[in-house]
Every structure is written in C-alpha cells, then in structure tokens.
C-alpha cells in the first residue's frame, strides 16, 4: 500500500492531452453517452505511451482508445472521453440504449520493458521480474487515479460500471482478449485484480471529500483574520495608526458597529487614515 499512499498523497497523476487527430474515431467524432469504463493493458513490453501514440495517429489505423496510462503517472488522452472509440471490439465501444449511443471508455495501462511476447497469444517471458512487479503496481494505482476521476465526472459507480476487455469479453460485449487479468494472475504475489481495481477506486472517490459551504467560509475567515484583520478597539490597532484612529474615534468619524467602539477592518481602516492624513494637510496648508 506504500506505493498507492505515495500517489495519492501527492495526487500524483498528471494528464496530458494528445489527442490522436488523424485517427478516424477523432475524425468521425461519434458522441457517446459515457455509461462503463473499460480497462486494457497493451499487451506488449512497451512502456511509453508515446510509441502508441505515433503509431496510432493515422486515418489508415482501425483502432483507438481513450488514453494511455504509464507507470511514471503520467497519463495521456489520446480522444476526448465521450467520441466513440475502438477499443473493445464488440458492443462495449458503442451501444443503444433507449435510444442514446452509449458506450465504454478504454484505458490502457502500458507494461514494461521487461516483457518479451511471445507472439502467440499473450504468452511472454520476463527478463526482470523485480521490474516487472513495480511497474505493474505503479501503473495499477495511476489507472486507479484516472477512473476515480472519470467516475465522479461522469456519476459513474466503480463497483458496477468498471469492468476490464477480459470481462467485457465474458460478457459478451467485447473481444476475446484477456487483458489485463491475465498479465497480473501472472504475478500473484501482487494481489493485482479488478476486484481489488474496482474497490481501489471507490476507496479512492471516498478520500477525496468535496469541500462545504461551512469549510470554505472558515478558510474565508482564517484569510481574511491573516490579511485583513477587523480591529475592535483602538489597542488592537497596530501603533503607527492608534493616534489617528483615536483621533477619528474623538471626531465620531468612526462611531463603532454596534458591538464594538471600532469594528473596522485593516483596509477600510486605512482609507479612513490616508482621507484624514489628506484633509490635515490640506488645513495644515490653510492655517
Ligand atoms: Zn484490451
């Protein structure tokens, strides 16, 4: 858990927007009503985004998703999250329902290095399973950071509306892929699986707690007690002005507010100072 503590603490998922302009779901710009979202993992020792992104930004390409999630935290949005993208092959790219185009948005977590594909199926070996391990977890917990983000944005719940391509396939609304459940039954020691994706999330959305009327009026009044304190008497005046405000008091100038004999704040206080210090230069040069 040190790992998912170090990111979330620091909030650390920086998002980046690429978005992939030649590809044709750009291009065609089919909107869909965000319904699930669907998690991917690329299926290749490839760990930069960047690699994707160029090889995917072309009309000639039938395929394309909504971003890309590396393990440094940073996480780039290929399309803009509610085009209909190609990314599960089968129904969860867009649906009908009640007569409004739904569908998934697709995230890929990119894989390390470390990993040789076979090139039959999604059989590999690892040259460096210490590395392998770290980057699963770390882009693990990036994923999980964007889809409690994408959850609150679109009133989605992760229990429900978050599932991965081997489960869409199970369901019958996408591909027969095995990402990325299989990369991770791989490492077993982790404990990576969407279940503990799923409540990763919603612990995640339960963190962040949306800040209140009440909260933001305390912060308004610690700020303002730091920079523009209200003065009740003439003692809690800083020196330099209690002879003037005294001066103003004995005027009846400044005539308290009903509570206190000054109830003034700094800057109206030192308006009031900067009329009187004119007004006793103008009658200095008078007499
Ligand atoms: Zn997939």
Redesign the pocket.
Known sequence: MGVTRRFYKEGYMELIERFLTKNRCYTNAIGIKVTGL?L??V?VGQPRAEVFINRWNNPEVSVCVHAFAQADGKVYQTLPWDYKAW??GGLANSYYSAGVRCGYV?V?MTEPASLHYTGSGSSFTDSDPAATRTFLNEVFHVAVELFAQLCKKYSLDPMRDIIS?AEGHRMGI?SD?D?PDALWSRYPELGLSMDRFRSAVKTRMEQEEPMTQQDFDRMMQDYNARNNPTYNTVEQVPAYWQAETQQLVDAGAIGGDGVSPLGVTRSELKAAIIAKRYTDAKLEERA
């Open positions: 669907m991917h993992s299926g990314h599960a697709g890929e391509h996408a892929h990402d």
